[in-house]
């Protein structure tokens, strides 16, 4: 995984809405979903 160096923020609500998309896509945390996300763009 490469490392990133600025943050990203989210409101509850959203990071809420990104946990359980990644528990539906079997991933261990939310980390994983958003490099999935990023690699993509």
């Known amino acids: 995984m490469q490392e990133r160096s600025m943050p990203i923020c989210f409101t509850t609500d959203q990071y809420k809405k990104i946990e359980e998309i990644a528990k539906r896509k079997g991933m261990l945390d939310t980390s994983q979903l ?4 990023l690699s993509e763009i």
Request: glycine content about 0%.
């Open 34 to 37: 958003i490099e999935e996300v």
